[in-house]
């Protein structure tokens, strides 16, 4: 008898949108595993930057993402860090420029391919919260639940900023929603797994909405699948 797979709610969407912060909410409110999958592109930019490999050489950058040295660890608050080839990296993964090189580090399709299973490998009981931009379309769609979030370029950069700061990191807000919207164009006209919703996915604009909001909303539908895994959604 096979055993059915681990549930798993796909929560896709620009940056700065708030995704990492609800994603964490989810996981600790139902007790499920995270996959942060942007973290993935960003170690690969990361290592690959460590090593000097030019971030448009593809079949490097795929070698390095296949063999991607990286622990997730539980922090004593219960956030989780992250070390890459032994060595904690959290500041600079996080920063605009880690962000801006993961970018176009992952509009190559081979080392997207290179980064799919292992995404997958994240799928296990009770359950999964996926954070990501093709979490829904690509690596998980038979998702029992997908949720879109989007919000404007202007609220996204300020929300950044604020998160930037609260980490004790430089950051401008000018060039912040320009680096934004560069990125989010990119995302969206890669050819490969391009930013989009799943056709079933259920969209939020937060333009106006603070986390407690999102939240709830999340968490109500989450409940609602839990409770009619193949039902109708409100
Ligand atoms: O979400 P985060 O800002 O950490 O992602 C960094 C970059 O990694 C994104 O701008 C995007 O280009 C890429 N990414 C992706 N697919 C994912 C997650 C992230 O292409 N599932």
Redesign the pocket.
């Known amino acids: 008898m096979t055993q059915a797979a681990a549930p798993v709610i796909t929560i896709d969407g620009p ?1 700065g949108v708030g995704k990492g912060a609800l994603c964490q909410r989810l996981a600790s409110r139902l007790g499920w595993h995270l996959l942060d ?3 993935l ?2 170690l690969t930019a990361l290592a690959a930057l460590n090593r000097a490999i030019p971030l448009d050489d593809e079949a490097g950058l795929a070698v390095v993402a296949a063999g991607l040295d990286v622990q997730f660890v539980g922090g004593s608050d219960g956030l989780i860090g992250i070390l890459l080839e032994g060595v904690e990296t959290d500041a600079t993964l996080r920063g605009e420029s880690c ?1 801006n090189a ?2 176009r580090v ?1 509009a190559l399709p081979a080392v997207r391919a290179a980064l799919l299973q292992r995404q997958r490998d994240f799928r296990r009981f009770p359950g999964l919260i996926a954070d ?4 829904g379309t690509i690596v998980f769609p038979d998702a029992g639940l997908k949720l879109f979030l989007t919000a404007s370029s202007e609220e996204r950069a300020r929300r950044r900023y604020k998160q930037l700061r609260e980490k004790g990191l430089n950051a401008n807000l000018k060039s912040l929603v320009e680096e934004i919207d560069a ?1 989010d164009e ?2 969206a006209r890669r050819t490969v ?1 391009p930013l989009r919703p799943a056709a079933d996915a259920k969209v939020l604009d937060t333009t106006q909405m603070n986390i407690e909001e999102v939240g709830d909303w999340a968490l109500q539908l989450a409940f609602q699948r839990l409770a009619a895994p193949e039902g109708p959604l409100d």
Do not use: K, L, N
Request: hydrophobic share 30%; charged share 35%.
């Open positions: 940056s999958s942007g973290a592109y960003r962000g993961a970018s992952a990501g931009r093709d979490m990125r990119r995302d797994a």
